[in-house]
């Protein structure tokens, strides 16, 4: 994969981001970066963008209006070390490209998921996938971890045993559990990779996920830092709205306090400022409307 040069992405090429205990994250590779998502998005909206002057600008208007197509010209490609009910949950975004280790070709190592002390809970009440934050009795963890070091070793050494007796590895491999360590190479362009660190960063999304993502975030960052910036700000740390939610938010809005200039002081420069006030306008108005229909 060609790439313009990027000295900070080329600097962490190849480096491990730790996970879990014993999994990691490496950008093997990755083409182009925020310079390409501005030269594409100038070649497609041509003179349409000549009134954006910077990249920055640029990006967080691409970002703000949901013009993805931009951010599809940057990809990253991985080197990921996870366990098998993690890659299970991973392989559900069937956006990008995958080649997995071989369990019909190799023999798999003696490499499992061991959660630590903290990472222990209890089944969440309210969420069914989830687990609530309640703190498990440190004898009960310390059972939880001695059946899973338990099993885990008696499944590995009849997996052994089956290979030493020429029994095929495809087969061999079935009892193994899905806390067994796999490893992947995972490419994908910029657009849906954020789609799966916003889901999968979110607070609601399962622990030993998250900490991958967290990892690809760190790297995401150095490849794309302007990309990044807006996909935090418009994104990741956004919120959405109902009609009706937007409806009550709007009659808190001061209207009379919130000009350009208050804007700009808190960070929404020029354009933005300007389509958050014209944002307001509409808002307002189709309150005020739903209110005179009732």
Known sequence: ?????????????????????????????????????????RVSYGKGTKSVNEDRGLIRYLMRHLHTTPFEMVELKFHVKLPIFVARQWIRHRTANVNEYSGRYSVMKDEFYIPEHEAIHFQSLQNKQGRRTEDVPAELRQRVLEVLTNTQQQLYTEYEQLLEEDIARELARVNLP????????????LHNLFHFLRLRIDPHAQYEIRIYAEAMAEITKTVCPLAWEAFEDYMLK??????????????????????????ESKGLKGREADEFLEKLSHLKKSSSQGEGSR
């Open 178 to 189: 899905l806390s067994l360590y796999t490893e992947w190479y995972w490419k994908i362009d």
């Open 1 to 41: 994969m060609a790439h313009v040069t990027n000295q900070q992405a080329d600097s962490i090429l190849d480096k491990e981001y730790k996970c879990l205990n014993a999994g990691f994250v490496r950008l093997i590779d990755y083409m182009g970066g925020d310079e390409s998502i501005v030269q594409a998005a």
């Open 238 to 263: 956004s919120e959405r709205f109902s009609r009706l939610e937007l409806n009550i938010i709007s009659g808190f809005l001061p209207s009379e306090t919130l000009t350009k200039e208050y804007l």
